[in-house]
């Protein structure tokens, strides 16, 4: 049995909570949080947890095997450094950490002490994404020509981390997965209206193979929640609407052939427009599967999916992105 402590419960600890609760093999036996507010609402939720507010004391517990960080990301270094040092595996809520330099200690305190990290990617474990990841694996699209990304929303406004820390580790986390690329550089640029974090922004990665180009459009300021992927391949184009309740995935048997490449003039293009597909996807919650993983690694040693290298790839472009953003749009090598 894994015993594990929360640490955070605003506005993704109960779901934190109440996912553990329902992985066999774990027993959620803390839940710490600093805002003695929400401390009645845990007791009658979760009359057999123990409620505590300084995370301190979480960390000298022997009684506790595993810790989920879900507290701001500022924060996210200190706590996990502290459960990693007492021996503690650690989950720890998106952004990994606030630099790259803090996200290369806790990978190496956790390989001293033998302990798992893992970072809240939870869309890895949709079944959208593990469907599109398997038809990326099996050249179903061909080669991939481009992957755009748009996740736009009005608020929710974060006091302590601009837009693009607050929505861009969703989708850098899903395509560094599904391209299975290292991008080479990073462009961005933003601008900030409500308060002095940017609060719209549009990015753009760059590959070594230069016939790959990635763009993410992320936005605090729209009137409308949209969450859209386009992956364009040689063969075939997929759109993933996350929103749609019933088609998520389409995969669409259009594309473009080119006939002769000898010159501008005798460049013949034709336009192949097919038949569109929806393939069916698993329904599971994506979080329940995380945390079942996390568990499994736990017991196996192998490495999570979503460890710390693949956190530390995200907070790597996140920075860039800072440091595009300061630069008026500057591009920025990985």
């Given amino acids: 049995m894994i ?50 507010n300084e995370w301190k004391d979480v960390m000298r517990s022997p009684s506790i095997d595993a810790v989920a960080v879900v507290t701001p990301v500022t924060t996210h270094y200190d706590i996990a450094r502290e459960a990693l040092s007492n021996g503690k595996h650690v989950f720890v809520e998106k952004p990994f950490t606030r630099t790259v330099s803090q996200a290369a200690k806790l990978i190496d305190l956790a390989a001293a002490n033998r302990l798992q990290i893992m970072v809240d990617h939870t869309f890895l ?20 020509y481009y992957y755009d990304s748009t996740r736009v929303n009005l608020g929710m406004f974060q006091h302590d981390v601009n837009v693009v820390w607050d929505l861009a580790p969703h989708d850098f986390s899903i395509m560094l997965y599904l391209l299975g690329e290292t991008p080479e550089s990073v462009t961005a640029s933003g601008s900030s209206h409500v308060n002095s974090h940017e609060d719209v922004a549009y990015i753009t990665v760059n590959f070594p193979h230069k016939t790959l180009l990635a763009h993410f459009n992320v936005n605090w300021l729209s009137p409308v929640k949209v969450r859209t992927t386009l992956i364009g391949g040689k063969r075939k184009m997929l759109v993933w609407d996350d929103l749609s309740q019933d088609e998520k995935i389409k995969i669409y048997d259009k594309g473009v052939n080119v006939k002769s490449r000898e010159g501008i003039y005798d460049l013949l293009v034709a336009y192949r427009s097919g038949d569109m597909h929806a393939p069916k996807v698993d329904r599971r919650e994506a979080l329940t599967l995380e945390c079942e993983h996390f568990v499994e690694c736990i017991a196996s040693g192998k490495s999570p999916l979503n460890d710390g290298e693949a956190g530390y790839e995200v907070v790597r472009m996140l920075q860039a992105c800072d440091k595009s953003l300061r630069e008026n749009g500057k591009p920025v090598r990985l």
């Fill in 3 to 52: 015993r594990v402590a929360v640490i955070g419960y605003g506005y993704w600890g109960p779901n934190i909570v109440r996912n553990f609760r329902l992985t066999p093999g774990v027993r959620v036996t803390t839940i710490c949080d600093s805002d003695t507010s929400v401390h009645q609402r845990i007791r009658r939720d979760y009359p057999d947890i123990e409620v505590v």
């Fill in 125 to 144: 474990f949709t079944g959208a994404v593990r469907k599109i990841k398997q038809l990326v694996e099996q050249k179903v699209l061909g080669d991939i």
